[in-house]
């Protein structure tokens, strides 16, 4: 698995909800940090409340394998009610990644996929696998993998509120 080909990770959930209350779920930026993961907390910037283009926001972050950082993401898309999206990394660069909620009904209520594509910026991640490039595809493995268990657990968080 390469960089240049700018991977991606899904992850979908039906949930025991309406679409819309799906929506409310997957448009709240806090969601991430009440579950085992990355993100610690999240904040809107400029004044922002929620899900619009345009509309900035703030993690921070922490592992044990890159300690502590923040990221800045702008959102990229919406098509309210049903899908966000959300670029990550400096604003006006190419993105270190972008990230997306989509909601969708089914019979059994709603139909919610999270999912993240690495970007062409140059990002930290970008730079680890730059300084190592014999290790490329372990490197990369083993992020779209902490990415997909973070996913897992939002969704099943998502699960568990609609049982």
Do not use: H
Not at 28 to 54: F, H, K, N, S
Not at 138 to 155: F, P, Q, S
Request: aromatic share 10%; proline share 5%; hydrophobic share 40%.
């Amino acid at each position: 698995m390469r960089l240049r080909d700018n991977p991606t990770v899904e992850v979908s959930r039906v949930l025991n909800c309406s679409p819309e209350q799906a929506w409310e779920f997957v448009t709240d930026i806090a969601l991430p940090t009440i579950v085992d993961g990355e993100l610690e907390r999240a904040e809107w910037l400029d004044g922002a409340t929620g899900v619009a283009e345009g509309a900035r926001f703030r993690g921070y972050n922490s592992n044990e394998q890159l300690g502590q950082w923040t990221t800045d993401s702008v959102v990229v898309e919406v098509e309210d009610g049903r899908r966000w999206v959300w670029a990550v990394g400096p604003e006006g660069a190419a993105p270190w990644a972008t990230w997306g909620f989509e909601v969708d009904p089914s019979r059994q209520g709603a139909i919610v996929r999270q999912w993240a594509r690495v970007g062409d910026g140059a990002s930290p991640f970008a730079a680890v696998v730059a300084a190592q490039p014999e290790k490329e595809g372990r490197i990369v493995d083993y992020r779209l993998g902490v990415w997909r268990a973070g996913m897992e657990a939002n969704l099943d968080e998502l699960v568990r509120r609609t049982a």
